[in-house]
């Protein structure tokens, strides 16, 4: 492993969700660790599956792993670290002012906002403040998927421009009110971030073409934040063993081609490549053989042979109740990589094709909706939520109204405060109210951000419903019907999209928890990219296959519907549908026979 | 001697509700009129309930209204008094206040959601 050698102290991975960032930063982390290193793992994903993995509890504060001595690691859990700020700011007024007085302080410290910041204020720590960790050697960063990790390395470089630019007024900084006291920190987590000689940006990739564009995607714009030192890793790269097998030599195909198609700017990156395993990579032993590449003889044979068909349906199976009101919203959710946006594009075209009105549209500012569709469609409308386009329009719209009253120096400083990183938060929260909204109308089918990013939106859609009870309010309609909406099952209908393996499986069934703790219940589970239904004969994939059994069993109690699609490969130049795949593949296997 | 005008906000996210889930266009409106206030040379701060908690704990006339709930917000103190309860006072009444001649009145600027406190050392929330 080159990294390794020349490990600085600062190792960030980061990639499309479902790469594997989490795999390769613990393998990273275990190695340095077993070099006789002291090294500290943190994740910063507010779903973070560092537990599961490293098959250890962890909470906010470093803990040993047992099995490898001189590893620590946290999670920096987003609500935790906001409830832990909240606390700090009113214990001390408990019994010291009125019980009534100090629940409105709570009421109000529990948005959006807070939540960010104070997870922010965790990360500059680890980053920026060397006596909280100086003791260790390496820090390791298991990040959240691109689109979230981008926002939280840009904050630094944002909160200090808006700090040195803002002269006046009351600060909403919250946890930052304590912030320009903070500035220093942030200037120095800044310029530990882009410094070569302390830290080193992982790219973590597949070898699919999504993968490795949004790799280059997040290249350019680290580039531009001045990061200076860059690697890639092209993780599961699959070799096939069986050439006879049709869908081995299909995924070998996709790799070869998806890593020939390379982005130029990515070619400039030092790469390496890690191969696809036959097992699932949860616990410190599976992690130690990442890097090791050898399977384990004998994995296949502990697992049991299964009947590798399924009695489980298809996504068709779910479009007559899907469609059954025509109209409502169709959500699709889940760990990242787990084919959320082919899930959501595949029902929104199969839904429109059968004449339906329909919206498809995605929260995740990494996605990229209209591609899975491929051409235009009738009766398709497809758009995203841009962070930077909302927010622009939603300050024009502060200025138009709350600012139309005002004289030049008071909408100098209306202006000033939505310079402020905060603005985003609400704006993009608008734009998701809105797009439910118009499920009253017709179809309007939403890709999620993976399952963090997705948490703290629903968290602002009840913290901001709480606001709404609470003041006389000039929140917009769609504002304050947004959490009845998504709590109406008629209304709204969840779809949880995993793969048969253990992390996507364990986040979405967190997922569930969360969600029904906010009154929502889903609708359906998703199983994608399943090899069950699949005649394989390749010794790596009906191995992997094997291993699906228990997570599809799981998955069938744990979900109130279940579909499962099959692994296939996308075909370039054609409009693509999951449901037609569901047929083809069904075709396929009763040409094939039993 | 010079009078202190001191306002004591509800818990909110900060003084325009720019990252609330609705503007209010009263609280862009009255941050405005603080500035221009202040730009008249009259001593001004506001305190944000969720944001200068000690401020109101240690207020004592502040406090104390608080024992009647949290809707007395906002009061507007003139030096120690308390001169307006629940409710945002115009201009002419801030600049009757502070003793200051309304000359011509002009539309007015606003103080700031997320900008960094004016002096107060407590940290506090918003948005």
């Known amino acids: 492993m080159d990294f390794l050698e020349r490990a600085p102290r600062n190792l960030f991975f980061t990639g499309k969700g479902g790469v594997g960032k989490t795999s390769v930063a613990c393998a990273t982390a275990i190695a340095l660790a077993e070099r006789g290193r002291r090294v500290l793992l943190v994740s910063t994903d507010p779903a973070s599956n560092l537990d599961e993995v490293l098959e250890t509890a962890l909470g906010p504060e470093p803990r040993p792993i047992p099995t490898v001595p001189g590893l620590f690691a946290l999670n920096i859990d987003p609500e935790a670290a906001a409830l832990a700020y909240r606390e700090r700011v009113v214990g001390p007024y408990r019994g010291v002012l009125p019980d009534a007085a100090v629940r409105s302080i709570e009421e109000q410290l529990s948005g959006a906002c807070t939540v960010e910041i104070a997870a922010f204020d965790e990360f500059s720590k680890l980053l920026g403040d060397e006596p909280a960790t100086g003791t260790f050697e390496h820090i390791v960063f298991d990040t959240a998927p691109t689109g979230h990790t981008l926002r939280l390395l840009e904050l630094p470089a944002a909160w200090t421009g808006f700090l040195q630019a803002n002269a006046g007024g009351t600060s909403c900084l919250g946890p930052l009110a304590g912030l320009k006291a903070q500035q220093g920190l942030y200037d120095r987590s800044r310029a530990a971030l882009i410094d070569g000689t302390r830290t080193l940006l992982v790219l973590v990739s597949r070898a699919e073409r999504s993968a490795l564009d949004e790799a280059e995607r997040t290249r350019r714009e680290l580039s531009e934040l001045g990061v200076e030192r860059l690697e890639l890793v092209v993780n599961g790269v699959f070799v096939a063993t069986d050439s006879r097998d049709p869908i081995a030599k299909a995924m070998v195909h996709r790799n070869q081609e998806a890593l020939a198609a390379m982005p130029t700017g990515l070619r400039q990156v030092p790469k390496m490549e890690i191969p696809l395993l036959p097992f699932g990579l949860v616990g410190v032993d599976a992690l130690r053989r990442l890097f090791g590449g050898v399977p384990e003889d004998g994995a296949a044979a502990r697992t049991a042979p299964v009947d590798s068909r399924t009695s489980l349906p298809g996504l068709v199976d779910l479009i007559p109740a899907l469609e059954a009101n025509g109209r409502g919203v169709i959500m699709t959710m889940g760990k990242g990589g787990v084919g959320k946006t082919t899930v959501a594009a595949s029902i929104a075209v199969e839904l429109a094709r059968r004449g339906h009105k329909v919206h498809l549209t995605t929260t995740d500012p990494a996605a990229h909706v209209q591609a899975a569709v491929g051409g235009a469609v009738e009766n398709l409308r497809v758009t995203r939520i841009d962070p930077a386009l909302e927010t622009r329009a939603y300050s024009d719209e502060v200025l138009r109204t709350a600012g139309a009253n005002l004289d030049a120096a008071g909408r100098a400083l209306l202006e000033e405060d939505l310079s402020s990183p905060c603005t985003e938060e609400i704006a993009v929260f608008r734009a998701f109210a809105r797009m439910v909204d118009e499920g009253e109308r017709g179809f309007v089918v939403i890709d999620t951000a993976p399952t963090g990013h997705t948490l703290l939106l629903l968290d602002a859609a009840e913290s901001f419903h709480r606001e709404v009870l609470r003041t006389s309010g000039n929140a917009p309609e769609e504002v304050r019907r947004l959490l009845p909406r998504l709590r109406d099952a008629a209304f709204t209908k969840i779809l949880l999209v995993t793969l048969p393996e253990a992390t996507p499986v364990h986040e979405a069934r967190a997922l569930q928890r969360d969600l029904q703790r906010a009154e929502i219940e889903p609708f359906a589970w998703i199983v994608n990219q399943s090899l069950t239904p699949l005649v394989l004969t390749d010794p790596l994939l009906v191995q992997r296959r094997a291993s699906e059994a228990r997570f599809n069993r799981e998955v069938s109690e744990l979900a109130p519907r279940v579909a499962l699609v099959p692994w296939f490969e996308p075909r370039s130049g054609q409009r693509f549908s999951l449901v037609d795949e569901q047929f083809r593949t069904a075709e396929a296997l009763a040409g094939s026979g039993p | ?127």
Do not use: H
């Not at chain 2, 409710?87 to 002009?106: D, F, I, N, Q």
């Not at chain 2, 539309?107 to 004016?118: E, K, M, N, R, Y």
């Open chain 2, 1 to 127: 001697m010079s009078t202190t005008i001191r306002v004591f906000d509800p818990a909110m996210c900060c003084s325009t509700g720019v990252c609330g889930p609705g503007v209010d266009p009263e609280l862009a409106r009255f941050a405005s009129d603080v500035d221009w206030l202040q730009k008249q040379g009259v001593k001004v701060e506001r305190f944000n309930l969720s944001q200068q908690p000690a401020a109101f704990a240690e207020t004592v006339v502040v406090k104390q209204a608080l024992e009647r709930g949290t809707d007395v917000l906002p009061l507007v103190l003139v030096n120690d008094r308390i001169a307006v309860e629940g409710s945002y006072p115009s201009r002419e009444t801030l600049a009757a206040l502070a003793g200051v001649t309304v000359k011509k009145l002009a539309p007015a600027p606003t103080a700031s959601c997320c900008g960094p406190s004016t002096g107060t050392k407590s940290s506090g929330g918003c948005c």
